[in-house]
């Protein structure tokens, strides 16, 4: 199976993806109008390259480079829309963007691989995706990361807004919540304008229709900024956040020229939502690998239970442990839980679906009803191992999520391409 690729000259400019994964954002992407020049997918530490090979089985134009992004960054074309989700690591400078050796943490550079593509090719647009725990890391410092990425960004002329979606909330079969992010060049949103922009303007807001949380906002309020951002990055790595025991950085929120505007929102959606039931294949269709052996059952129900047990650490320490509940099994009749990394396998475990059929057996989920749950086809991941199809789908986003931020952000392109052309 192929996706359908964009007709060439098809939407509003070209798309360099970063940490492509098997293609979820190229798929929300295409589905709304944008084209892809330009890709990268890398899993390090492993001679199988799994990600890499489903995505060149579905687009085979020779767009995919797979190699370690900082090796070809040079390689990256002229591009208008940059997107990409990356993982929440440490982001934070010891020294200046422009010694290698100042950046913390050897996993940050993966953030400073992105800064150096904007850097350098400066595109209009820019999408990211992270899991919303980089809104308030790390925990000492909460918020720093952020902060340095804002920063960053305004640095290179970009007018930043984000939001925290969970993408059951919009209608998706699934609650999965992540952190979009985008980034608009040469956008100056004016302080009289923030608030409208966070609610009723911006790509997110008409992408993902929000409403106020709470009616405090007076005129005064909307017009002074939550929080400044001061200092090199490097400044910002020292001083950010050590006196804050939450993060300010709220659910939703605009920053123009360093000056931030945050606040949290709540869903403005009354369409239909799917739920986990609706993704379920007929359970004849089902190998019986997927179904648990009642000899398991057991160890499934202690693992999902609640519990309070004392325990023995490796020093001899006595303490107890508590952990909640999660059903057993798996509601059908709303969204699924977050699909996470270890999702497959027949080994008893905390965090699978499960699910109850309608003989009384009970049974996990098939890589195939993984994919539904983020928006693939079917079969998207085919070709690999069924523990490797489960472990790409927990480090997928929902596709349709990114399908609704194109549409809009296509729509504000256009609308920016007509005022140009009329100045």
Same mark, same amino acid.
Request: charged share 20%; aromatic share 10%; hydrophobic share 35%.
């Given at each position: 199976m192929t996706a359908r690729s964009a007709k060439k000259g098809e939407g509003p400019g070209r798309v360099v993806e970063l940490f492509a994964g098997v293609g979820g954002f190229r798929v929300g992407l295409e589905r709304s109008g944008w084209q892809t020049a330009w890709a990268n997918q890398w899993e390090p530490s492993t001679k199988a390259q799994n990600a890499a090979d489903c995505y060149r089985r579905h687009w085979d134009d020779g767009t995919l480079v797979n190699a370690d992004i900082a090796t070809v960054i040079d390689e990256v074309p002229e591009h208008d829309l940059l997107v990409g989700g990356f993982p929440c690591q440490d982001y934070s400078v010891a020294k200046t963007l422009n010694q290698a050796h100042g950046i913390e943490g050897k996993k940050g550079v993966l953030w400073w691989s992105i800064y150096s593509i904007v850097e350098d090719r400066r595109p209009k647009w820019i999408i990211l995706e992270n899991v919303d725990r980089l809104l308030k890391s790390p925990a000492a410092q909460r918020g720093r990361d952020f902060a340095i990425i804002l920063a960053c960004l305004a640095d290179l002329g970009y007018t930043v807004e984000w939001r925290v979606v969970n993408a059951a909330e919009y209608g998706f079969p699934q609650r999965r919540r992540r952190v979009f992010i985008v980034a608009h060049r040469d956008l100056l949103v004016t302080k009289g304008r923030a608030l409208s922009w966070l609610y009723d303007e911006g790509v997110l807001a008409k992408a993902l229709p929000v409403l106020p949380a709470d009616d405090i906002d007076s005129e005064l309020l909307a017009r002074q900024p939550d929080l400044a951002l001061t200092g090199h990055p490097a400044q910002i790595t020292q001083e950010f /956040?050590?006196? $804050?025991? &939450? !993060?300010?950085? =709220? !659910?939703?929120? #605009?920053?123009? /020229? =360093? $000056? &931030?505007?945050? =606040?949290? #929102?709540? &869903?403005?959606?009354?369409g239909k939502k799917r739920t986990l039931g609706d993704i379920l294949v007929p359970e004849e269709e089902v190998s019986d690998e997927f179904f648990i052996r009642e000899g398991q059952l057991p160890q499934w129900q202690y693992l999902k239970g609640a519990k309070r047990e004392e325990r023995v650490a490796a020093n001899g320490h006595v303490y107890h442990y508590a952990e909640g509940g999660i059903p057993f099994p798996d509601r059908t009749d709303v969204a699924s839980r977050t699909i996470l990394t /270890?999702?497959?396998? !027949?080994?008893?475990s905390r965090f699978k679906h499960v699910v109850k059929t309608s003989d009384g057996r009970y049974r996990r989920l098939t890589p195939m009803e993984l994919e539904r749950l983020n928006g693939f086809d079917d079969g998207w991941t085919e070709g690999m191992p069924d523990g490797r199809r489960a472990f790409m789908m927990g480090n997928a986003l929902v596709v349709g999520v990114v399908e609704c931020i194109g549409r809009s952000l296509h729509a504000e392109s256009f609308k920016a391409l007509k005022a140009a052309s009329t100045r």
């Open positions: /956040g050590w006196m $804050n025991h &939450v !993060t300010p950085f =709220r !659910t939703a929120g #605009v920053m123009s /020229g =360093r $000056n &931030v505007w945050t =606040r949290k #929102v709540d &869903v403005a959606f009354d /270890g999702e497959g396998g !027949t080994s008893p």
